[in-house]
C-alpha cells in the first residue's frame, strides 16, 4: 500500500514539475501531495542555495506557524550547537531524520524543540532533505502531536523526497533562466542581533517584495545573514534569494570596520547570468569536468586552448562538451553560453 502511495506520489509530483510551476507554487501543491498521506500539524518547506547551503525561501503549509515564533526557528537553525539543522544534514549527506530516533539529550537541548515545538504542544518531528546529483535543493520540516511518524511514513518520504529535489532543481532552473532580477542595489545595515538599523529605498523595496512571498521573510533573510556573518572567520556570507515572481538577486554580507565594528552591512545585488552560473551547472547535474570545460567555453577558448588550459587532450574535451550539451539541451556553444549565461529580461 505505502509503496503504491509513493509511486503515485512521485508521479504527480513529475506532473508539476512539468507544469512550468515556480519553485514556491511547485512546492505548496507538493505539500498538498504529501499531505494525503502523511498527516502533520505544521509543515513548512525551504528552497536552499546548493552552494552555502542557505534558507533562499520557505513555503508553509495551509496551517502556518504563528509569527512569533519564526525568528525562533531562525535562531535555531543559525545555532552551532543545534541538532540537525538542514544545513548540518546537507554536509553529512544526511537526507532524514526522525527526532525521537536521537537521545534525550539531543531534543532537551534543541531550541526549535525547546522554544517552538514545545510551546506549541507538537513533540514529532521529521526533518526531509531534497538532493539531487550531490546539490541539496531544498528542505521540510514535519511536525505533529500524539503518535510519532512511523517506519513506512519515513520510507514513503525517502521514496518520494528524489523526485521533489528534481522538480525542484527544475523549478530553479526555469526561474534563473527565464526571470532574472533587474533594479538597484540595496543596502541594509543590521546590529550584531541581526535587526535592521538602517535601509536604502531598494532594499525597502526588496522588504516588500519578500514579504508578499512570506510574511516576515526579510527580517527572517536578515537574521540568517546576520548570523552568516559571525560563524564564519572571514567574517562575510553570501547568498541567493528568490522573491514571490521567482526573481533572483545576490545577498552579501560583511562586517563593518570602524566605529562599529559588530554592525553587518548586506547589500542585495540584482543578480546576472555570470552570478547564477554556478547553480545553473548545479541545476543541469554538470560534472565537475563538464563545468570546468564549459568555463572555458563561456570564456570564448577555442577547443586547443581549453585541452592546454585543462592538462586533457583535445577529444577529451569534446566528450566533456558532447555530455554537456546533452545535460544542458543545447546543440551549439553559442546556445550553452545563452543558457548558463542568461539575461536579465528587458524592464525587470
Known amino acids: 500500500m505505502w509503496e503504491e502511495r509513493a509511486y503515485s ?17 511547485l512546492h505548496a501543491a507538493a505539500i498538498r501531495v504529501i499531505g494525503r498521506d ?15 547551503l542557505v534558507i533562499s525561501a520557505m513555503t508553509s503549509g495551509e496551517t502556518r506557524i504563528p509569527v512569533e515564533y519564526e525568528p525562533l526557528l531562525v535562531e535555531a537553525e543559525l545555532s552551532q550547537g543545534e541538532p540537525h539543522t538542514f544545513a548540518a544534514m546537507a554536509s553529512r549527506r544526511e537526507t532524514l531524520i526522525r527526532f525521537s530516533d536521537f537521545p534525550r539529550r539531543e531534543r532537551d537541548r534543541s531550541l526549535r524543540y525547546r522554544n517552538v515545538w514545545h510551546p506549541l504542544g507538537v513533540e514529532q518531528e521529521v526533518r526531509l532533505l531534497f538532493a539531487a546529483d550531490g546539490a541539496t535543493w531544498g528542505a521540510a520540516g514535519l511536525v505533529r502531536s500524539g503518535a510519532d511518524f512511523s517506519d513506512r511514513e519515513l ?6 523526497a528524489p523526485a521533489i529535489a528534481a522538480a525542484t532543481r527544475l523549478a530553479v532552473r ?8 533587474a533594479g538597484p542595489p540595496a543596502i541594509v545595515v ?10 536604502t529605498p531598494p532594499a ?30 572571514a567574517r562575510v556570507s553570501r547568498a541567493h534569494i528568490r522573491d514571490g515572481r521567482g526573481q533572483w538577486a545576490l545577498l552579501q554580507a560583511s562586517a563593518l570596520t570602524g566605529g562599529d565594528t559588530d554592525a553587518v552591512a548586506v ?3 540584482p543578480a546576472v547570468g555570470e552570478q547564477l552560473t554556478s547553480m545553473l551547472f548545479a541545476a543541469y547535474g554538470l560534472s565537475r569536468r563538464e563545468r570546468d570545460v564549459c568555463r572555458e567555453v563561456m570564456a570564448g ?26 545535460k544542458v539541451g543545447v546543440r551549439s556553444r553559442g546556445e550553452l553560453v545563452a543558457r548558463l549565461q542568461p539575461r536579465p529580461a528587458n524592464g525587470g
Request: glycine fraction near 6%.
Open 190 to 199: 543590521l546590529s550584531p542581533s541581526g535587526d535592521v538599523r538602517s535601509a
Open 267 to 269: 547589500s542585495i545585488n
Open 174 to 181: 526555469s526561474e534563473i533562466s527565464e526571470r532574472l532580477a
Open 301 to 326: 577558448h577555442p577547443t586547443a586552448d581549453i585541452a592546454s588550459n585543462l592538462f586533457v587532450s583535445q577529444n577529451t574535451v569534446q566528450d566533456h562538451l558532447k555530455s554537456a550539451f546533452a
Open 204 to 233: 525597502l523595496e526588496w522588504e516588500e517584495r519578500l514579504n508578499a512571498l512570506e510574511p516576515g521573510w526579510f527580517s527572517v533573510m536578515m537574521r540568517v545573514m546576520g548570523g552568516g556573518v559571525w560563524s564564519t572567520p
Open 38 to 52: 502523511v498527516a502533520t500539524e505544521l509543515t513548512c518547506w525551504a528552497t536552499l542555495d546548493p552552494e552555502s
Open 9 to 25: 506520489a512521485r508521479r504527480d509530483i513529475a506532473e508539476l514539475a512539468a507544469s512550468g510551476l515556480g519553485v514556491s507554487e
Open 155 to 160: 520510507a514513503y518520504l525517502a521514496a518520494v
